[in-house]
């Protein structure tokens, strides 16, 4: 997924797993 590739910035790791993957249960 695209997300992997932003999770290298650190910050916009939860946010790329959000947008990318889908929302997991907590």
């Known amino acids: ?3 992997y ?3 290298k910035s ?3 790791t939860i946010l ?3 947008c ?3 929302p ?3």
């Open 10 to 12: 650190g910050s916009l």
């Open 24 to 26: 997991r249960p907590k």
């Open 20 to 22: 990318t993957e889908k």
């Open 1 to 3: 997924a695209t997300g």
């Open 16 to 18: 790329a797993n959000f």
């Open 5 to 7: 590739t932003i999770v």
